[in-house]
């Protein structure tokens, strides 16, 4: 694209722009941040849609916003009750560093938002993308806000990788000034929907005059995921169950707690009760639950303890093992406490 945006011509970025956003009003989905111009729900949309599929954020989004329905209450909460809210989405450093940002906003800002992608960028955990995200969304800043989606958009419209302008560049010289979040949002939901990374619709597509590769881009494949195998123990006592916490200085799920780890030494020829399917990223876990006693498991009781389900609910819990305590009460080893 040259011009005002690389190869085409002002009269066409205007076409082009009003086509996206036409087919976007009549096309977007019904997502539940997109309803209004709430700083705070857009906030908590972007973060948790980093690296998360938008099935995945909808539940998660419903019940955070249920539990800290403003950045006060997000702020005053300890770190725990808010990873717990967070166990299953992953990447819990986001939990993390929103929390912190909360706090600077009613500290240091005295609840008021930023209205700036520049100022957003000053707190925790805010990014180059997500800082525009929110600042073109909520307060109508002309600001590109280029994601994964919006980046393979771009690539095949130009045809090319940069074209000798950078992405963002790109993305500042497409956006519409007058409507830059709608705008924003439009190009992100095209290329979830329509101009996806291997079955692109493009015979769909609002962009195909302008499109100078129609699909043909080539991506790389996928690379072959890797497989692993994770034992873990269920102890149980009555209604309660052996639950550990992982070292504060862990390098992921720091501070969280799930299942003992078993040594294959410790299994005795055991059968498992559970094989659980569990994927992160790049790799797929086949999960083998094994039946055991709390003798020679537990590693200090600071770190081991015994919770009932209505104290396990209320943990940090990490996204397998919310997974294996949801299995073991639907498969009735243990009663259900709501029942």
């Not at 090319?160 to 439009?186: S, V």
């Not at 799930?258 to 299994?267: D, K, N, T």
Request: proline share 5%.
């Amino acid at each position: 694209m040259g011009g005002s945006a690389g190869d085409l011509s002002s009269v066409s970025v205007k076409w082009l722009r009003r086509a996206l956003l036409s087919w976007y009003d009549q096309n977007k989905r019904d997502l539940p941040w997109r309803r209004n111009a709430d700083p705070y729900r857009i906030w908590v949309s972007e973060i948790m849609l980093q690296q998360t599929r938008v099935a995945a954020v909808l539940d998660h989004y419903a019940r955070f916003l249920q539990r800290f329905p403003t950045v006060r209450k997000l702020a005053a909460a300890h770190e725990s009750s808010v990873l717990a809210v967070w166990s299953g989405l992953g990447y819990y450093h986001r939990a993390r560093r929103m929390r912190l940002a909360a706090k600077e906003i009613m500290r240091r800002r005295g609840g008021k938002f930023p209205q700036t992608a520049e100022e957003w960028r000053k707190l925790p955990g805010i990014g180059r993308y997500t800082a525009a995200a929110i600042a073109s969304m909520a307060f109508g800043e002309p600001a590109a806000a280029v994601d994964g989606n919006l980046k393979r958009v771009l690539s095949r419209l130009s045809g090319h990788a940069d074209g000798g302008l950078t992405t963002w560049q790109r993305a500042e010289a497409l956006l519409d000034h007058k409507c830059p979040g709608d705008f924003n949002q439009a190009m992100m939901e095209l290329g979830a929907t329509i101009c996806t990374p291997r079955s692109p619709k493009c015979l769909l597509c609002p962009l195909n005059r302008w499109c100078e590769s129609r699909g043909a881009t080539a991506f790389k494949p996928a690379g072959a995921r890797k497989q692993k195998q994770l034992r873990y123990a269920l102890v149980r006592r009555g209604r309660n169950v052996l639950l550990t916490r992982r070292p504060e200085d862990a390098s992921l799920m720091a501070a969280m707690w799930e299942l003992p780890a078993l040594p294959e030494a410790q299994r005795n020829g055991c059968k498992p009760l559970a094989r659980l399917r569990h994927s992160i990223t790049d790799t797929d876990y086949t999960v083998l639950i094994f039946p055991a006693a709390s003798d020679g498991l537990r590693n200090g009781e600071r770190n081991t303890r015994w919770f009932s389900q209505k104290r396990w609910e209320q943990l940090p819990l990490t996204g397998l093992t919310r997974k294996v305590l949801s299995w073991v009460i639907e498969s009735g080893m243990i009663s259900n406490e709501s029942n």
